[in-house]
Nanobody, 118 residues
């Protein structure tokens, strides 16, 4: 069974930084592309960033480019989302997800709340 355990969310002020973590098993970590999504109240879930399983290819949404960075900690079987210069509009529930070889985002974490006050 695939498990994704997220942590690191919280309440911060605009301009602050946070790092989210998503830990999984070694087998899952080596086989799947991994990504971060977010869903704000009343809005659709959107992709924030993703990283290929080998770590060489990354994607960041335009809305977070230059402020957020996705990375992989191979020794920890963990994918990170470093968020700098946070804005109130970054407030959302953030989800870690795995992308299977067909391209579908198949497995999801439980979500972690990030709230940015102005």
């Amino acid at each position: 069974q695939v498990q994704l355990v997220e942590s690191g969310g919280g309440l911060v002020q605009a301009g602050d930084s946070l790092t989210l973590s998503c830990k999984t098993s070694a087998r899952v970590f080596s086989w799947y592309n991994m990504g971060w999504f977010r869903q704000a109240p009343g809005k659709e879930r959107e992709i924030v960033g993703s990283m290929a399983r080998g770590g060489g290819i990354t994607y960041h949404a335009d809305s977070v480019k230059g402020r957020f960075a996705i990375s992989r900690g191979n020794a920890e079987n963990t994918v990170y989302l470093r968020m700098n210069s946070l804005k109130p509009e970054d407030t959302a529930v953030y989800y870690c997800a795995l992308q299977d070889p067909s391209g579908a985002w198949t497995y999801w974490g439980q979500g972690t709340q990030v709230t940015v006050s102005s």
